[in-house]
């Protein structure tokens, strides 16, 4: 397949556009471009399916819907309600829910709503410091979260790399949260939802599961639910998923209402029906065979990605993962995190760096990088390509200037572009 074949099937250039607004038409195609040419590793990335593509691009993209279906403040919103309660229903029953939310336009917003839920400003929250790889969301200065409420920082230990949840029992005693987080942007291991309820119970807090990044394992029954642990499960649509850029919230009968409100009217006005649409189209994909066999592939390539780096000199941080992720320590090869992610950017294969716990490197250099492998295992790849591409990469790593690399990343690239 050529650039140009992949490019087509990938965006079909729309004749209105293209006539109306060439430049913007242009941009589009340059970004189709792009992608066809390179591989995508950056780990919140994926691509939407067909389907869900097609009901973004619907009818539901001009409706005003504000409120819940039944009770909306606009008229005309039957089709709208049924949509809406179809993704509901389906999202209760793809994570066995009591309850779900599905209109945050982001996972930032869904958290938002569940402080909106739970918290007064002020209460003190405990979560992943950032510097272990909490989400911005989960206490940054320069977020809502770290200006309005009292945010303490569990880690990760420095020998094995894995959640100290001695540290995170022993803080929560100290500081009595009124609710503790748990989940992270770039942890490749399982998290353990029954350790951190049992600490939230000991000390009558909420528990908060952060989840965006593994939703669509979960979906898949790839990684432990947080759903029957957590008082709030905060997901994203559109990372593993597969689905609309979005938030999702699952909670208990009892915070049904609460998570309601807080999502309309305190934290927006009226939801994206065509993403609440998407969504719908997403939730049921993901309890299909066939979404099952990409979560697989993702997992296993993830593992392959790990070990290939690993035998490169690079360091998986807790040794490897049981995740779609891979955050890998490149300080071993004598290179920092922002010239890997440069060094592999240019030879088509797009990563993040990512500051790593106890990183000594400033965080604009950062040591490691971050590796997800959800767009790559939507596309088809699996085990044996991502394990290539790994070698791949750890010979970029090491000298960084093997045109050989580079002609090999652009072949894997367009043999799976345009494939969603
Ligand atoms: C991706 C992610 C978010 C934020 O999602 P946005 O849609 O970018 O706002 C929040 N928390 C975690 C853990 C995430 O992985």
């Known amino acids: 397949m050529t650039v140009t074949d992949a490019v087509q099937t990938h965006w079909e250039a729309s004749a209105a556009l293209r006539q109306a607004d060439p430049l913007v038409a242009d941009l589009l195609s340059a970004e189709a ?52 309660v179809l ?31 739970l918290l007064r400003p002020g209460d003190a929250v405990l979560a992943l410091s950032l510097e272990h790889g909490g989400h911005l969301s989960a206490g940054s200065r320069s977020n809502f979260s770290g200006r309005w409420f009292d945010f303490v920082g569990y880690g990760v230990r420095e020998d094995d790399g894995l959640i100290d949840l001695d540290q995170v029992r022993e803080l929560a005693h100290r500081h009595r949260p009124k ?46 639910s947080p759903v029957p642990y957590a008082d709030v499960t905060v997901a994203a649509t559109h990372k593993l998923l597969r689905g609309p850029r979005g938030g999702l919230l699952l909670c208990t009968a009892e915070l049904a209402d609460r998570i309601d409100r807080a999502v309309f009217p305190f934290c927006q006005g009226g939801a994206a029906m065509n993403e609440v649409a998407g969504k719908a189209v997403a939730l049921a994909e993901a309890a299909t065979p066939e979404f099952a066999a990409y979560i697989g592939r993702a997992v296993d390539g993830a593992r392959a990605l790990a070990a290939a780096l690993g035998e490169s000199g690079a360091r998986p941080m807790t040794g490897g993962t049981d995740t779609h ?3 890998v320590d490149v300080s071993p090869l004598g290179l920092s995190g922002l010239e890997a992610e440069r060094r592999c950017a240019a030879a088509g294969v797009m990563l993040g760096k990512c500051a790593l716990p106890y990183d000594p490197a400033p965080p604009t250099e950062a040591s490691g990088i971050r590796l997800g492998t959800g767009t790559a295992a939507a596309q088809g790849m699996g085990e044996e390509e991502l394990g290539e591409i790994g ?9 960084g200037t093997d045109g050989a690399v580079r002609s090999r990343i652009q072949e894997l690239a367009r043999a799976f572009a345009g494939r969603r």
């Not at 691509?47 to 005309?76: C, I, M």
């Not at 070698?391 to 090491?398: P, S």
């Open 33 to 84: 471009e792009r992608r066809a040419d390179s591989v995508q590793l950056l780990a919140g990335e994926n691509l939407v399916s067909p389907a869900v593509l097609a009901a973004l691009g619907g009818p539901l993209v001009d409706k005003y819907a504000e409120g819940y279906p039944g009770h909306r403040h606009h008229t005309g919103c039957a089709p709208a309600d049924t949509v809406e």
């Open 87 to 117: 993704a509901v229903d389906r999202a209760c029953q793809l994570f066995d829910a009591p309850h779900a939310n599905v209109q945050p336009r982001s996972g930032t917003s869904a958290m938002l709503a569940a402080y909106a839920a």
């Open 179 to 224: 609710a503790i987080i748990a989940g992270g942007i770039s942890y490749p291991r399982h998290w353990d939802w029954a350790a951190f309820r049992e600490i939230a119970d000991e000390v009558d807090a909420y528990l908060i599961a952060s989840a965006a990044q593994t939703t669509g394992l979960v979906a898949a029954g790839a990684a432990p």
């Open 325 to 327: 992720l891979v955050t």
């Open 391 to 399: 070698r791949l990469v750890g010979r970029l790593l090491g000298d």
